[in-house]
């Protein structure tokens, strides 16, 4: 079954036409091959650029096909932000016991 989604690029190899694509609902990453059938033709994809595209569940992987560019350069420090350390501190939220 295939659904639209948005995502944003991660990493992409313009010789290649391979990108790795974080996607909208924080699922596993998707991977998109010039293999695939796609409307997106001579514009290259590069990391940080939000798209749309169709996304197809297979056993081992997430596939993107279709791609359609929303917005080139919509994140270009994505991929840096997520290599950082994370600030110091805590976000945690501790739960109150259950009782018995």
Do not use: T
């Amino acid at each position: 079954m295939e659904e639209r989604m948005y995502g944003v690029v991660l990493w992409a190899d313009e010789m290649d036409s391979k990108a790795v694509i974080w996607c909208e609902d924080h699922g596993n990453l998707a991977y998109y091959s010039a293999s695939e059938p796609s409307i997106h033709q001579g514009v290259a994809l590069d990391a940080g650029d939000l798209i749309q595209f169709e996304l197809r569940e297979e056993p081992d992987c997430r596939l993107a096909r279709n791609l359609q560019h929303v917005n080139a350069g919509f994140a270009p420090d994505i991929a840096l932000n997520l290599q950082s350390k994370p600030a110091s501190g805590s976000n945690v939220v501790q739960f109150p016991a259950l009782r018995a």
